[in-house]
């Protein structure tokens, strides 16, 4: 295998065979290439899907003891590969390398807990109105699933994705991120060495136009798992809806954070500027809307500026507190919405620009705006970087309101003692993550993770503990013995 083999297909690897070019580029130094190479065409992608067809069956046959045991070797495996995964991942995503070590470690983590899955993906029994007849439910695998997977948690997404495809006898066709190609080739280098037979994996990095396409309208694809922007996974969704195959899609986020006056104002402001500014803002569950009751406005925002005016930026593998936007587009991206924000008449609080000495990076400074009202850009759609938006309210019932006013419904926040107006706000937020004295970013495994509204299609929930439904057929069955 060389460098410039990317595409692994039936168990080969190989490189791509279309006339484009890929190029890695370090977000901190994006003058330099990491690495070049040619990319996955249309037949290749069509390969990879007959591939995972021709292993499927015999995927499916295998016991579950066959099945986690390669799991828990590919958990073994990156963790024994943490801190060299942990490097390549920052290389090319740019987040600090403390958050990569994490990140790599949660991968680790994923596929040691979705394992069990292989030996838990279980049906039921269910008494019978006819004495004479035992009824029952279990579930088998779909076939074969394709994952296409983003690059801001370019390693725990595909993890949480693959572990449970294959506990639960799928064969699978896996596209990465064109942004972080290195990390999801080393993610299937240790799965490869774990044991998984021929064809069950398959890697294809290529364009969403061609190598996407072909990977999610292939017919002989049985599921869908997207985790990506709205507009793409809605055009998948769409692109399918007439085949009836499972698809799961999980997108953008404009997560709000409510402050009311009986907070702890101090571990609110703490919340707040993590949740904006950790990653970059580049978190599907990013904080993006700073909603505050106007009795403590004044001070939660100056707590937060405070606090955003002294977070580090810098290089990923200098550790900062930040790092840079992953890609041109991003930073342009970043720097776009500033001017429009300004331009609707919000105020620029503090950041907006790129941080001094650091010219040759995608990098933008941790941003707040003030006065900014809900029927702005700034407040309606997902930046994807670290741009904060605070929104003054007169009452709960107004927080709420506000809070619900976006098209977007993944996770939110509300910070108060009264336990009272957090059920209460339990029950009207309009989404699917929501915690309460906590921040909107993070998620436990074993807990389920998704959003409503233009943030999912809400079919069943990845990770937690039934995250297999989604992978998985329920038969049911009518035994009665002659």
Not at 116 to 123: E, H, I, P, Q
Not at 144 to 172: D, M, Q, R
Request: charged share 25%; glycine share 8%; proline share 5%.
């Amino acid at each position: 295998m060389t460098d410039t083999q990317y595409q692994y297909i039936d168990g080969e690897w190989t490189e791509g065979e279309s006339d484009e070019t890929m190029t890695v580029r370090d977000p901190a130094a994006p003058d330099d290439p990491v690495i070049s190479f040619p990319q996955a065409d249309r037949n290749q992608a069509r390969s990879a899907v007959e591939a995972a067809d021709a292993a499927s069956d015999q995927w499916a046959a295998t016991t579950p003891d066959e099945r986690d045991t390669i799991l828990y070797d590919v958990a073994d495996r990156i963790e024994d590969n943490l801190d060299e995964l942990a490097a390549t991942l920052t290389r090319e995503e740019g987040k600090p390398i403390s958050s990569s070590r994490a990140e790599v470690s949660r991968a680790a983590e994923l596929f040691r807990y979705i394992a069990s899955y292989a030996r838990t993906a279980t049906g039921d029994t269910v008494p019978s109105s006819d004495p004479e007849t035992f009824t029952y439910t279990f579930r088998e695998p779909l076939g074969v699933v394709a994952l296409v997977t983003p690059w801001n948690f370019p390693i725990a997404t595909p993890s949480w994705k693959l572990a449970t495809a294959l506990a639960t006898g799928n064969t699978v066709v896996f596209k990465p991120s064109s942004e972080t190609p290195m990390i999801a080739k080393r993610l299937v280098e240790l799965v490869e060495a774990a044991g998984l037979p021929d064809g069950v994996l398959n890697l294809v990095v290529g364009s969403g136009s061609t190598v996407g396409d072909e990977v999610t309208t292939n017919e002989r694809i049985d599921g869908i798992s997207f985790t990506g922007s709205t507009g793409t996974g809605q055009h998948i969704a769409e692109s399918v809806a007439d085949r009836g195959i499972p698809v799961q899609t999980e997108m953008g986020g404009k997560n709000p954070l409510v402050v009311l006056p009986d907070a702890d104002i101090e571990a609110a402001a703490d919340a707040a500027t993590a949740g904006a500014f950790g990653l970059t803002g580049q978190a599907c569950t990013a904080t993006s809307r700073l909603i505050v009751h106007e009795d403590v406005a004044e001070e939660v925002t100056e707590a937060v500026v405070d606090r955003a005016e002294s977070l580090s930026v810098g290089p990923g593998m200098d550790d900062p507190d930040m790092g840079p936007a992953v890609s041109a587009d991003q930073d342009e991206t970043n720097f776009e919405y500033v001017d429009v924000a300004a331009d609707d008449g919000a105020t620029l609080l503090t950041g907006g620009g790129r941080p001094t000495g650091l010219d040759s990076g995608y990098f933008i400074e941790p941003t707040v705006f003030g006065d900014v009202e809900s029927e702005m850009q700034i407040a309606q759609e997902e930046v994807f970087g670290p741009v904060l938006s605070v929104m003054e309210v007169g009452d709960f019932a107004e927080a709420v309101t506000v809070a619900n006013d976006v098209a977007f419904g993944l996770s939110a926040s509300i910070f108060t003692s009264d336990m009272a107006a957090a059920r209460q706000f339990t029950e009207q937020v309009e989404v699917g993550v929501i915690k309460v004295n906590g921040t909107t970013t993070g998620s436990q495994i074993q807990m389920p993770f998704g959003g409503m509204k233009a943030s999912s299609s809400e079919r069943q929930k990845e990770m937690g503990q039934r995250a297999y439904e989604f992978y998985t057929h329920e038969k049911v069955v009518y035994r009665t013995d002659p």
